[in-house]
Structure formats: structure tokens, C-alpha cells
């Protein structure tokens, strides 16, 4: 269990109470400098609020220390490192001490084809799912034993569509072993599809945290990103199926 309770960080993040689950999926959604990557950095202990606390199962963040967390929690970074030319198969080997890619891993992310080409020679796509791998591989042990929280902001930022719905099919089974998922992105879509829980962020704030139908109204929606949306609804599974812009 994660809770948060009145975090402010200064020109970031005004007043957010929350908490997740074992086994939740929750998607993080809202505008450009809403606060997305501001509030997953919070809740990994990378940043410390000015007021308020996180903990996870019971205890406060700033009570675990930085090698304790980083068995239990990973937090996937937007940015894209590869100053070095390490090889895949060396960065990997950096992060975690296992010789194999665990192969729920490869399934979802295919990588061990470019194992052994520099990290700096692979595109944008390829070096995000490595970069994913990595970051899943780094406590993979507790993802096994289902005791993780996973952090990820914007994972599906250039992955093809199969990729990103391979990913998205990935998280979701990570969590039926109990881990917690955070995931911020801006596929209204995928949300619609894998989210177990929205949180809708505006402003620093957030603005809205329920089920994913009950958040993704489009009048909600239209107020938060200023813009006309339609939702078309699938009648015969009772569903949403897609979120478009309205012109
Ligand atoms: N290092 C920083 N120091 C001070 N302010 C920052 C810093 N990083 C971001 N901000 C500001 O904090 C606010 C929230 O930014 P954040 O990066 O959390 O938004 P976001 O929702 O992740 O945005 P995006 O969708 O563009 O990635 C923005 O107003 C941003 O300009």
C-alpha cells in the first residue's frame, strides 16, 4: 500500500492526498506541466516534499534508506541516457546481477536481438525498451515476489503501437502478482484500455481519481485539457473505445 497525504512542493504539486493498492494499475493523465513527472518523483523518494508524507506499507519514505527502496521500487526516468557506449547487454548487467532477461520481459520489450549493439547506436523506440527492461530487471526480485512499486513516466514515448500495447499488457500482469503500477502518459486511449484507476492532473493539482470511465467523461476532459473531445462508445462489449479531439 502507497498513501500520500497533502504533498506540496513548491510550484509543483499543490495539496495531493492519494493512495494505491496491491495490485492496482493507475494511470497518471493531464496537461503538459500538470505535475505528472513532479508527483512520480514524490512518490519513488527522489524528491522530498516541503509538507506532507509518503509511505509505503506503513512507513515514511524518508525512513527507508536509498538501498532498501532501490530493491523495491524502480522509477523510469522520461529522459533517455546513453552518453556511453555501453552495450545493451553491459547496461543491463549494470543494473541487475541476472544473466538472463526474464522472459515476460522479452516478450513485451524484444530486445535481446540487439543485445550486443552500443546503446548510443539504437533508436529512440529500441532505446526506450531497453531502458524499460533495465529499470524492471533492477528489482525484479521483488516484482517476482510481488512486493514492487513500479514507476513510469511517459514508457510508451516513441514505442511503436504493438509496443506500446505489449507494454501496457505487461504492466497489467505484473500487477496481478500484487505489484503497484504508476504509469503517466498522454494515450487517452490506452488508458481507456489497461488503467485500472485514473489520476487526472491539471495545474499542479489533482483534479480527479476514480474508476477510469468515471474519470474519462469528455466533460471533464474538455474543462482539464481546453479543447473539444469526443468518446465513442462500444455498445455491444459496453465499453469506451476511443477518445478523439473534436474540431
Ligand atoms: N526541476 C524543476 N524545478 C522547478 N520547477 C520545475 C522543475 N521541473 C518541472 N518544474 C515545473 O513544475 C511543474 C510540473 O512539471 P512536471 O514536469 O511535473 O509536469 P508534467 O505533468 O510531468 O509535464 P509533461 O506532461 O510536460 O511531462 C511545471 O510548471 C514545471 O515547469
Not at 494499475?25 to 513527472?37: C, D, Q
Not at 544473466?99 to 520481459?105: G, N, R, T, V, W
Not at 522479452?106 to 527492461?133: K, M, W, Y
Request: with cysteine; net charge neutral; charged share 15%.
Amino acid at each position: 500500500m502507497l498513501a500520500a497525504k497533502h504533498i506540496q512542493l513548491h510550484g509543483r504539486l499543490q495539496n495531493i492526498s492519494l493512495n494505491l493498492a496491491a495490485g492496482e494499475v493507475v494511470h497518471i493523465l493531464g496537461p503538459n506541466g500538470a505535475g505528472k513527472s513532479s508527483l512520480l518523483s514524490v512518490l519513488a523518494g527522489l524528491l522530498t516534499p516541503n509538507s506532507g508524507d509518503v509511505q509505503l506499507k506503513g512507513k515514511k519514505l524518508q525512513d527507508y534508506s536509498l538501498v532498501e527502496l532501490a530493491h523495491c521500487r524502480t522509477l523510469m526516468e522520461q529522459q533517455l541516457h546513453s552518453a556511453f557506449a555501453l552495450s545493451v547487454q553491459e547496461s543491463l548487467s549494470f543494473y541487475s546481477q541476472r544473466p538472463k532477461i526474464p522472459p515476460e520481459l522479452e516478450h513485451a520489450l524484444e530486445i535481446t536481438d540487439f543485445l550486443s549493439r552500443p546503446l548510443n547506436h539504437l533508436s529512440g523506440g529500441e532505446r526506450r525498451r531497453v531502458q524499460l527492461c533495465r529499470s524492471l530487471m533492477q528489482i525484479w526480485t521483488a516484482i517476482e515476489q510481488g512486493n514492487a512499486l513500479i514507476l513510469l513516466d511517459e514508457p510508451v514515448q516513441g514505442l511503436d503501437f504493438a509496443h506500446q500495447h505489449k507494454l501496457c499488457q505487461l504492466i497489467n500482469l505484473l500487477a496481478t502478482h500484487g505489484n503497484m503500477v504508476v504509469v503517466s502518459h498522454h494515450q487517452l486511449n490506452l488508458a481507456q484500455m489497461y488503467a485500472h484507476r485514473v489520476w487526472l492532473m491539471s495545474s499542479q493539482q489533482l483534479v480527479a481519481d476514480g474508476l477510469t470511465a468515471d474519470v474519462l467523461q469528455q466533460e471533464t476532459l474538455e474543462r482539464v485539457f481546453q479543447c473539444r473531445v469526443r468518446i465513442a462508445f462500444d455498445s455491444e462489449q459496453n465499453k469506451l473505445i476511443q477518445t478523439y479531439l473534436d474540431y
